[in-house]
């Protein structure tokens, strides 16, 4: 990496970066630093895209039927299942 | 607050403390996916998630009636799902230590080269593809157990940064602490992954 002192204390913002939170200096200063540092970037983008693939790939997550059955069993609401 | 809005369905407070079954019944297929979902992720086992799943919402409708509305009861069932997942975590791991611990490879960390390889331009089929997907799940099992636990939370489950340290029993700058380095530990992962794919194409 370039400039590696830079480049670690950006660090220590991603989180808040990628999640909208960081204070409007600091997130000034981050993106100035990052027109520059095409590392950086890189870094960002491929931390944002994780993320995203994680919501997207557990989106659809369902609970299969017969361990629903069970739950309802063993709650004693059987009579309450809906379909 | 007495009503809690969830996919625009509203749940009655008062009407599950009162024991209207109807209505626990309701809470339980909003919160079931989730929950299982959940401690699918922390044990991986299919079997142990079950059980998880039919404790928790024993738990919750026994402690319902004195649950008083400090936490959302959203952040309060996902408290008491964790609870029950890592009390089972830490039997299994009994004699073999306690959960993993996060100070392990602090030092190493700060030292490691973050990998630089951009996937992004990668189409998102091949991202998802069923073994991009089980890559993925593998990744979140390495992962050690304290930062899997904020992940999930977080980014999986989409809770805010506060409600996961409600959840978590732990301060908001531990859970900010926890969900960076594990952001940043599956991005590495991920980035040695996909770069294969890149080079494959």
């Known amino acids: 990496m370039v400039d590696k002192g830079h480049c670690k204390s950006l660090l220590q913002n991603l989180s808040d ?27 960002v983008n491929t931390l ?10 557990n989106e659809k997550d369902y609970i299969p039927d017969d361990v629903r059955q069970r739950l309802f069993a063993r709650l004693d609401l059987t009579e309450y299942i809906q379909k | 607050m007495n009503e809690v809005i969830i996919n625009s369905e509203m749940i009655s407070l008062p ?26 992720k922390i044990l991986n086992d299919p079997q142990d998630a079950e059980d998880i799943l039919q404790e928790t919402f024993l738990k919750i409708m026994r402690a319902l009636p004195s649950f008083e509305g400090r936490s959302s009861l959203s952040t309060w069932i996902y408290r008491i799902a964790t609870n029950e997942a890592l009390m089972l975590l830490r039997k299994r791991k009994q004699g073999n230590s306690t959960l993993d611990d996060v100070k392990h490879d602090e030092s190493e960390e700060g030292e ?11 189409p998102e089929r091949e991202l998802l593809s069923g073994e991009g997907r089980k890559f993925l799940d593998k990744a979140i099992e390495s992962l050690p157990d304290l930062l899997k636990l904020v992940f999930i939370l977080r980014d999986i489950e989409g809770l805010s940064i506060r409600e996961t340290a409600e959840a978590l029993n732990l301060t908001e700058v531990t859970v900010k602490t926890r969900l960076l380095r594990a952001r940043l530990f599956l991005r590495d992962k991920l980035s040695t992954y996909y770069a294969e794919r890149i080079k494959s194409r």
Do not use: M
């Open chain 2, 112 to 122: 490691r080269e973050l990998q630089i390889i951009d996937w992004c331009c990668l």
């Open chain 1, 17 to 43: 970066y990628v999640d909208g939170e960081l204070s409007p200096e600091l997130c000034v200063e981050l993106e100035r630093h990052l027109d520059g540092c095409e590392n950086c970037q890189i870094v």
């Open chain 1, 48 to 57: 944002k895209k994780t993320i995203e693939l994680y919501r997207l790939s």
């Open chain 2, 15 to 40: 009407a599950l403390r009162a024991g209207d079954q109807r209505e626990f019944a309701r809470l339980v297929d909003i919160y079931s996916v989730r929950v299982y979902r959940l401690a699918l």
